[in-house]
């Protein structure tokens, strides 16, 4: 089985300073997790995944995510958040063998200049 | 990244007809693809995943005479909700993989609006 988990609906930060939006995950093999964006009335846009390797994943727009096996956790981060990053981000896990994704609630962010 | 395109962006239509909505994988390939309903301020819900030139596979609790999926070809899929009532309603969202590995990412379309009056 797989599951993803953010513990944020709301997150809010100002202009300039780091955001973090945090995701939890579970699953019976090994994740492939990703980080999506979605703006009002729009698709989802990829913003980045973790495979294999590095543990700090670098994506679009200047955010980051990392990994963390040991908490079952994938973390997306960005050092200087921008009014522009308002929007609503979703994290989500695919699961070994698994051809779909299960995605979390999602988070939105606020960025407030 | 690969674009997926779905139409139309918003439909109005009346208690008992039908509706379909397009999905298409303007410059990549899409053995499968995926169809999502999302409800205001909620996450997506898998309806069912489309595998081109077989049956589609529904999620529990989904009906799939009411929800019908064509994918006729690599680049097309279809949902068409058929005798809609007002709680169909909703944000419906299609998404296609790129390629048959397992860490190939999803792109999604930009959603279809449906309402029914």
């Known amino acids: 089985a797989q599951s993803v988990a953010q513990p944020e609906d709301q997150v809010n930060v100002a202009e300039g300073n780091p955001l973090t939006v945090k995701c939890t995950y579970s699953v019976s093999g090994n994740p492939y997790l990703f980080w999506y964006v979605q703006y009002p009335n729009r698709g989802l846009q990829f913003l980045l995944k973790?495979?294999?390797?590095?543990?700090l994943v670098k994506g679009s727009y200047g955010f980051e995510a990392e990994f963390n096996k040991s908490q079952t956790s994938f973390h997306l981060k960005k050092p200087s958040a921008l009014v522009s990053d308002s929007a609503l981000y979703f994290c989500?896990?695919?699961?070994?063998?698994?051809?779909?994704?299960?995605f979390g609630a999602g988070t939105r962010l606020t960025v407030k200049p | 990244g690969a674009v997926v395109s779905q139409h139309p962006s918003r439909v109005i239509c009346k208690s008992g007809t039908s509706v379909k909505i397009e999905c298409r994988s303007l410059d990549f390939q899409a053995t499968t693809m995926f169809w999502y309903r999302q409800f205001p301020k909620q996450s997506l819900m898998l309806m069912a995943t489309s595998n081109e030139g077989s049956k589609a596979t529904y999620e529990q609790g989904v009906e799939k005479d009411k929800f019908l999926i064509n994918h006729a070809s690599l680049t097309l899929s279809t949902l068409t909700v058929t005798s809609a009532h007002p709680e169909d309603s909703s944000f419906y969202i299609c998404?296609?993989?790129?390629?048959?590995?397992?860490?190939?990412?999803?792109?999604f379309g930009q959603g279809t609006r449906l309402t029914v009056v």
């Open positions: 973790y495979i294999t390797g590095d543990n």
């Open positions: 989500a896990v695919r699961d070994t063998g698994y051809n779909d994704m299960r």
């Open positions: 998404s296609a993989r790129d390629g048959g590995t397992w860490d190939t990412e999803a792109f």
